[in-house]
Each structure stands twice: as C-alpha cells, then as structure tokens.
C-alpha cells in the first residue's frame, strides 16, 4: 500500500531570480567567448547556460487546495501541498490532484426495493481527496471510480429498504431519509477508502415509483394510509371506551348491565369511529325505553 509523503520542495522565487541572473551572465560570457574566438570557453559557457535553463524547469506553481504528485521515473517520491511557486528537481514527474470538495450526482436508477416494487432512485454524493497517493497509485482513474462505486453503494442500499411502510419502527427509503442517508454515507466510503477519498455527505436527491406502476402503488399508499388511520382511531375510541366505563363504575354513577353496556360501547364507537358528525337523540324516558 501506497502512502502519501508530504513534501515542502523548494522556494521557487529564490531559484528563478538566481537561475535568470545565471543563465543571463553564461550567455553573455558564451557571447564574449566567441566573440574571442574561445572555443573552449564558448563551449563551457554555453553548456553552464543549459544547464541553467534546465534548472528553471524544475519550477512549478501549486494553487490553494491542491497537491502535485511527484515521480523520479516512476518511483514515487512525495507530494507537494504548500501553495505557491515551488521548485524540485527538474526530472521528476509532477501530476497535478485537486484537493478541493467535489459534487457528484448520479444517474436515475430503476432498481427493486427489498418489496419488489420498481422504484427511480438517485443520490448526491460530496467528497474530496485526502490521500493523493491513494488516489493516483491505487486505482486507475479515481474520478470515474468514485462514480461507479456511489452507483453501486445507492443501488445496493435501494434493494434493502421498502419505499414506504406504515409499520412502526420499520425504516423505509421515504420515511427515514436521514438515517438512509447516514448509512450510504457510509456504505459508500467503504467503497471508496481504498481510493484515497473521503466521502463528506450523500443524499437521495430524487426518489419515486417507476412510471410504470406510479399510479396502482399510489391507491395502495392511500389505501394504506387509511388502514393505518383507521387502526389508530379504533385503538383510541377504545381507550376511550374503557376508560369511561372504568369511571363510571369506580364512581358509582350509574350501574349497568351485560347488555346496556353493549349498547353504551357500541354507540361510543359509532361517535368515535364515525367519519360525520352524530345527530344527538335525547332520551326522555329511562335507561330502558
């Protein structure tokens, strides 16, 4: 495994003002040597003013948030992160690796939630290289590579969660966004460690049914979304219930029997559950008329 080694290099500011006055005054002693008709002399200034110009080759400038990779014929030999003009040997390979917080979307997938249901699903993912030898060295194209993998990871986590549900304590791609998210978070960075990235958030950025069966999944939403509604308003009407008939006993307001508290709960439960209002009836007479 490949780490990074963080380099500081050389000052290029010191080196491009002396390698310009040395490359001006070897020419310019080349120029009087055969002038003079020094051979040797012209030949030892002007290789002195190659090898100047060579040296200036060695300059190379690093923008804030970004790092250049250094190889000496093929072998790796640092990284260099301090912003500014720079200046290391003039043979080594420089590659130049943002370090900046990169946005990626993918595509709308269609793919099967653990239901079975056809669903569209896309993500956004931030990251950012924080290894750039990682990133060079370990995986052929590390942007391409991000791509695939944040494919993979959402279509992966889509297959293992219903769209919805209306089933308590049950998480669904709809209804827990934030906990979906936290695990392709870091399902993702999982993927992607080996590459040198570091995965900052992901989120499903469009999530629906396939067109296909948009509409049908639709009425059964809705018709479970009444079921659901409607089990709550029984369970509550007969709270209710209960809890009127334990009053009215444990305060001895009224006795009733078996079949005066059969009509009681029934006539609560047509009150509670009732979707109108009730037209009240008042009872003139007793209990029992």
Same mark, same amino acid.
């Given at each position: 495994m490949i780490k990074e080694k963080e380099r500081q290099g050389s000052s290029g500011w010191v080196v491009l003002i002396l390698g310009i006055i040395e490359l001006a005054v070897t020419i310019y002693l080349a120029v009087a040597a055969v002038t003079s008709e020094a051979v040797v002399a012209a030949v030892f200034w002007t290789f002195l003013a190659v090898v100047g110009f060579v040296g200036l080759l060695g300059l190379f400038m690093v923008n804030p948030n970004e790092g250049r990779v250094m190889q000496l014929f093929g072998k790796y030999v640092g990284t260099v992160k301090v912003e500014g003009l720079r200046w290391a040997n003039p043979f080594y390979a420089k590659r130049k690796i943002s370090l900046r917080v990169r946005n990626f979307e993918t595509a709308r997938m269609k793919v099967n939630d653990i239901d079975g249901n056809p669903i569209e699903i896309a993500s956004i993912v931030v990251w950012k290289v924080v290894d750039t030898a990682e990133a060079c060295f370990?995986? *052929? #194209?590390?942007?391409?590579? !991000?791509?695939m993998q944040s494919e993979g990871a959402v279509r992966n986590l889509a297959t293992r969660y219903p769209y919805d549900t209306h089933i308590d304590n049950q998480m669904s791609l709809r209804g827990n966004t934030a906990a979906i998210a936290e695990h392709m978070k870091d399902e993702i960075q999982e993927r992607l460690a080996q590459a040198g990235v570091q995965v900052i958030e992901a989120r499903i950025s469009h999530l629906a049914y396939a067109p296909e069966i948009a509409e049908g999944?639709? @009425? @059964? =939403? =809705?018709?479970g979304a009444i079921v659901a509604a409607r089990t709550r308003i029984v369970e509550g009407a007969v709270g209710m219930v209960e809890m009127a008939l334990e009053r009215l006993s444990s305060h001895k307001?009224?006795?009733? *029997? =078996? *079949? @005066?508290?059969?009509?009681?709960?029934? #006539?609560?439960?047509?009150?509670?559950?009732?979707?109108?209002?009730? =037209?009240?009836? !008042? #009872? +003139?007479? +007793?209990i029992y008329q």
């Amino acid at each position: 495994m490949i780490k990074e080694k963080e380099r500081q290099g050389s000052s290029g500011w010191v080196v491009l003002i002396l390698g310009i006055i040395e490359l001006a005054v070897t020419i310019y002693l080349a120029v009087a040597a055969v002038t003079s008709e020094a051979v040797v002399a012209a030949v030892f200034w002007t290789f002195l003013a190659v090898v100047g110009f060579v040296g200036l080759l060695g300059l190379f400038m690093v923008n804030p948030n970004e790092g250049r990779v250094m190889q000496l014929f093929g072998k790796y030999v640092g990284t260099v992160k301090v912003e500014g003009l720079r200046w290391a040997n003039p043979f080594y390979a420089k590659r130049k690796i943002s370090l900046r917080v990169r946005n990626f979307e993918t595509a709308r997938m269609k793919v099967n939630d653990i239901d079975g249901n056809p669903i569209e699903i896309a993500s956004i993912v931030v990251w950012k290289v924080v290894d750039t030898a990682e990133a060079c060295f370990h995986v *052929d #194209n590390y942007e391409m590579f !991000v791509a695939m993998q944040s494919e993979g990871a959402v279509r992966n986590l889509a297959t293992r969660y219903p769209y919805d549900t209306h089933i308590d304590n049950q998480m669904s791609l709809r209804g827990n966004t934030a906990a979906i998210a936290e695990h392709m978070k870091d399902e993702i960075q999982e993927r992607l460690a080996q590459a040198g990235v570091q995965v900052i958030e992901a989120r499903i950025s469009h999530l629906a049914y396939a067109p296909e069966i948009a509409e049908g999944m639709l @009425r @059964r =939403q =809705q018709a479970g979304a009444i079921v659901a509604a409607r089990t709550r308003i029984v369970e509550g009407a007969v709270g209710m219930v209960e809890m009127a008939l334990e009053r009215l006993s444990s305060h001895k307001i009224i006795e009733l *029997d =078996q *079949d @005066r508290k059969a009509a009681m709960v029934s #006539n609560l439960l047509v009150v509670l559950c009732g979707e109108k209002a009730v =037209q009240p009836v !008042v #009872n +003139t007479g +007793t209990i029992y008329q």
